[in-house]
Each structure stands twice: as C-alpha cells, then as structure tokens.
C-alpha cells in the first residue's frame, strides 16, 4: 500500500502540490497531530492504536485541496482534486505521520522545552539572510497559518520528535565514491564537434508541381489543412466589471464612509523593535540592568555573548506574543524595555524608533473609497441580477427571453474554436476572459444549454446554449491551396538541404579539408557541450547532443534539425574532471545521498507497516468527502 502511494507522488504535479504544503507551513510531515485524534466513530484509517476517522480525513483532503487551487487559482471540484493525487497523497501523510508517532513512542523518544527552543532557533522558515532566528519571520507564519503560539508549539514537539525518528534512521547514510565517480563522469563528461550547417532557405525554390502533387501532399498532411472543431452559441454573461463602470457614487456616500471607517484611513503606529533572548530571567534582569541607553543596546548584547534579533518595523497586532505586544507598546519613546517571559525564554525589547499614527485625508481616500463603494454595489446588482437570471432559466425560459427580462444583451458567437478565436484566429469578440466559460462551451452538448454558472474569483455569472457543432474537417483543397504549396515547397527545400549535407559529408569522408568542403555555408567548432544541453551547453542542440554522443572522435554524422541539416564531426572528448568542478561533484553526492536516504526512509516505513498494520477504508472516506 505504501509502495503504492508513493508511486502517486512520482509526478510532477504531485510534486509542486507537496512543495506546496510544505510551504504552507508544514514542518515536516503536515499539519500535526490534530489528526490522529481517536474518533468515536468507526475509524477510516487505522495505524496500529490510533484511529483516524474518515472526518479527519476528508478535512486534510479539503486543506489540501483549497492550497492546490490556490496555486492554481482555479477551481476544482472533489472529483478533479482526487484525480491530481490529492486524496492518496493525504492519505499518506497522514499513515506516515501515524507509523513514525507509534515508532516514537516505543522508542522512548521526548523533547523538553530546551530543546524545543533550539529547533525553533534553527528551523529554516525562521531564519533571515544572516542564517539568524528572526522573530518577525517566526510571528508571522504562526499568524499566516492560524496557529496559537501554545497549539504550534505542542504539533512541533510532536513533528521534532518525529523528525528526531527520521533522522535515526537517516542518519550516517553515504554513497560509495565509486557510484558517485561513474555517475559524475556520465553526466558530465563534455564533447566538442565542427560543424557544417545548411539551411533549407537556402535551398532553391523548386519548380511548382502539377496540381495532382499538391492533392496527394494535402491529402498526406491532413492534419496540418484541417479545420479545428468549431461551435456556436449564444450566452447571457453578467460581469461585475461591466456593472461597476456605470456605478459612480454620490459625494455623500463617499463623505459618510469616510467618516464611519476614519479607522481605515489611519496609518498605525508603527515601532523598530529589537530584541535579546535569554534561557532565564536572571541573565536577561542582568542584560537590562548593564544597558545604560538605547545606543548601547548592541554593544551590550556582545558582551554578554549574545546576538540582536531585528524584529523589525512592527504595528500593534504584528506580534502574536501579546506579551511582548505589550511592553514595546507600552513605553512612551524609544528605550529597553524590562525582561518578558514567554515560552521561548526571556526577552529583553529595544524599541529604537517610533513612527507616530498618520490620518489619510478624504482626497487622498477618496479613489479607493469610490472603488470600494462602486464593488460593493456591484456585487449587490450582481447577485440580484444572478438570481433572476437563475429564475428565469429555470422556469424553462430560451436564454433570448432570460436576457429580455434583465435588459442585458445577448452574446451570439457563430464560430469558437477550443482557443477561443474566430474563423480569422483572431479571439472572438465579447468572449468572457473566463477559461470556465470556454471550457463549457466544449462541454456543452449541441442543442442543450448549460446552468447559470459562476466565472473565476467572483468576476460574474454566465448561461450559455450550444446551437451547433462544427466537427473538424479538411479544407477544400482549392481554400489552401496556397498553403500546401508552401508547406510543399519547404519540405522540398528540406529534402535538398539534407542531400546537400550528404553529398558534403562524403567529401569530408574522402579527406577534404571542411573550410574547404563548407564554402558557402556555416562551418564552426562548438564549445564544450553536456550529454543533456544546461548552462554550458544550452545552445546546443539536444538532437546534435545524443548524436555526437553516439559517435567516436572523426566520426562524421548528417543531423536533420527543423530547418536545416548539420553535418557534425566528433571532435573531441573531454572527460569530467571532478577537481576543476567540485561544486557540481559534491552537488551530484548530496544528490544521491538524499535519494539513498528517501528509499531508507521508505524501507523503515514498509517494516513499520508490517509492525503495526495500516487499515484504510476507502468507503468511509468518500462517504465524508462526499458529505463536505
């Protein structure tokens, strides 16, 4: 099962999706320990004794679901999120966390609060430029993902202590030199080749064929001449933008919200804050006694060994810690505060500058006050527009009637194809930019219409009915004509290009010098290239790439590439040298010792399956997700 799962996490979609979670504040394997309550209700999965219900379940799916549409901004419907992986990837996260839970827990394995302060201290998502805690990174993640500072630091003492299991089984893993050799010389072992190109422009034009020639190339490159499927319709699109043009609010509504939310309009108090962090209070009464003036802050925090945390220019509500919230705002100028416990220690506050509140006058307000009064307006029409739109289709009302009863017009759209241009390729006029609206019209049946459907982030509502269907189909041959004497014509140029190239390689094989041999067409040496074209060799062709990677040194080889022919002689070999590149040697090493340490990691993992059982109940968990 588990070998199963993490097969599902092979592709690069499923990929980007856990760089996503990992970003939303997961420390290492999710979200934490809130899901491996034990339910009441028959369990969905089981790991051992913990049960998960299928509940808990569907919540991450949701999570999980909501942050891939977010990096999408897009839209996705339960059945859509399943077949991107979501579900089995939560699944999985959440076996995992399970077996490594159990695993912990017969180990033996805790973490006191020292400890904890130090994985804090050293977690990378906390750290500035410097490599140094920083408070304001810290403060602002709990606050980005809705964590009480008691709640996060009780799921990452639980994922340090899973993490701490991890690291066990990782740890002292290495990979043979010899592996890492063979590898690095594969990868990066280097070849040069001269070359020869003829271009096909340079081909001459060929004498135009009869017109039988023309109908047997048309007819062998139907897919080149072929009309896409087309579709016509007729829609009823409201768009907010459209609505919120005609809106122009009254002074007075722009003068009485101004008033009523002056708070808005209020630049906060802001203060640079800086801070010490100490394991006990003597040290840090200590620190606070020997500062004599703000000035002296830094200096005194080097001699006591310590280093200054710049928390930054911060407003009230910034600091999570309420604190700490309260001593920095609590003094009247710039100074130290006395020392302040919270759960990471001791802190002693340097507020160093205080910006004072600033009020925005009503000018200055005045263009965000009348967008704002202008949307939610609207919106308002929007929706009431909407509703009417709903009731009006369906009571059975033709969408011409539907858009009568609103006075709004109606789109008619002859011809869309599946990029949304018209017959000339140009976009079709008064198209919605909604890729949901163009998805639905080739989704639509011809004949059937659509239900009144909301377009990306709120942007409005549309109905759209599908009159006919144009299915694909090859263009009279006399409508392109044209084209396929051209396609013709540069496929003929082709064909000479490479009998050009040909008869060029042959010279090189009976001894002509190539300056010689190339007159008239580009002759060069090629820098140093990678069997994989990168950043040294990323003009390097990937087709002249896999052939000079073929050939020995003086080997000569025709490489057709789309619009001309080379013709390529190997050389020289240039082995990898992994003294001159030690960067790319020790990163190859890194590489593969993460990877032996994964496939570890997944072996313990298969074990723990085996210690503790794993039960899931598929039924349980759709019935949940079904129900969200």
């Known amino acids: 099962m588990l070998e199963s799962l993490r097969k599902s996490t092979q592709s690069w979609f499923i990929r980007i999706l856990f760089g996503i979670l990992v970003l939303s504040f997961i420390i290492f394997f999710g979200t934490g320990d809130d899901l491996l309550r034990v339910s009441s209700s028959r369990p969905a999965i089981v790991v ?86 920083d408070m304001v990174r810290y403060q602002n ?98 768009r907010l933008s459209d609505i919120v043009a005609g809106i122009k609010p009254d002074e007075a ?72 919230e309260d001593v920095a705002f609590a003094l009247t100028a710039p100074g130290v505060t006395a020392p302040v416990k919270s759960d990471l220690g001791w802190h002693v506050l340097l507020v160093s500058a205080i910006d004072p509140s600033i009020q925005e006058p009503l000018d200055e307000a005045r263009p965000a006050i009348v967008r704002e009064l202008a949307r939610e307006e609207g919106t308002d029409r929007l929706f009431t527009l909407s509703t009417k739109l709903e009731d009006a ?68 509502y549309f109905v759209l009915q599908v009159d006919k269907v144009t299915p694909p189909a090859l263009k009279p041959f006399k409508t392109v004509e044209s084209d396929v004497l051209a396609a013709w014509n540069q496929e003929q140029k082709r064909i000479a290009a490479r009998e050009m190239a040909k008869s060029l390689s042959a010279r090189l094989e009976k001894g002509e010098a190539a300056a010689t041999v190339a007159k008239g067409y580009a002759h060069g040496v090629t820098a140093p290239f990678l069997r994989a074209p990168g950043p040294n060799g990323k003009d390097t062709s990937p087709i002249l790439a896999a052939a000079m990677f073929k050939s020995v040194p003086g080997e000569i080889a025709v490489i057709d590439l789309p619009e001309a022919s080379v013709v390529a002689r190997l050389k020289e070999i240039v082995p990898a040298n992994a003294a001159a590149d030690r960067e790319a040697y020790f990163g190859l090493n890194q590489q593969l010792t993460q990877s032996f340490a994964e496939d570890m990691l997944q072996e313990y993992l ?9 039960t899931i109940r598929p039924e349980l968990i759709q019935r949940h997700i079904d129900g969200l």
């Open 393 to 460: 289709i369906g009571s059975g009302a033709p969408i011409e009637e539907a858009a009568a009863t609103l006075g709004v017009p109606v789109l008619k759209i002859d011809s869309l194809d599946r990029q949304g241009n018209d017959p000339n390729g140009k976009p079709a006029a008064g198209l919605p930019a909604s890729r949901l609206f163009l998805e639905s019209v080739f989704n639509t049946a011809e004949g059937t219409s659509t239900q009144v459907t909301a377009m990306e982030g709120d942007s409005g």
């Open 606 to 614: 298969s074990s723990l399956q085996e210690t503790y059982g794993v």
């Open 253 to 324: 509504a722009i003068k009485q919200t101004y008033e009523s939310r002056q708070s808005e309009f209020v630049t906060p108090e802001k203060r640079s804050v800086q801070q010490v962090l100490f394991e006990n209070q003597a040290e840090a009464q200590a620190f606070a006694d020997s500062v004599k003036s703000p000035a002296d802050f830094a200096a005194a925090a080097r001699k006591s060994g310590r280093t200054v945390v710049d928390i930054g220019l911060v407003q009230a509500g910034d600091l999570p810690m309420a604190t700490l």
């Open 141 to 238: 993640a709990l606050r980005r993902a809705g964590f009480t500072e008691a709640r996060f630091l009780e799921m990452l003492r639980k994922d340090a202590i899973r993490q701490d299991v991890v690291n066990l089984v990782q740890s002292g893993v290495s990979v043979p030199g010899i592996v890492t050799d063979t590898l690095f010389q594969y990868r990066f072992e280097r070849r040069i080749a001269e070359t020869i190109v003829v271009p096909a422009d340079k081909m001459a034009t060929p004498p135009k064929p009869d017109e039988a020639v023309l109908k047997a190339y048309w007819t062998e490159h139907a897919e080149d001449f072929t009309a896409p499927e087309t579709r016509k319709l007729k829609a009823v699109v409201l």
């Open 48 to 133: 051992g004794s913990q049960s998960i219900s299928g509940r808990e379940v569907a919540e991450q799916f949701q999570r999980d679901s909501e942050r891939l549409q977010s990096m999408l901004q897009t839209r996705l419907s339960a059945e859509q999120a399943r077949d991107f992986g979501v579900l089995q990837q939560a699944i999985r996260q959440i076996v995992t966390r399970a077996l490594l839970a159990a695993a912990a827990s017969d180990l033996g394995f805790t973490l006191d609060d020292a400890s904890l302060r130090r994985v804090i201290a050293t977690t990378p998502a906390f750290l500035n430029g410097a490599d140094q805690f």
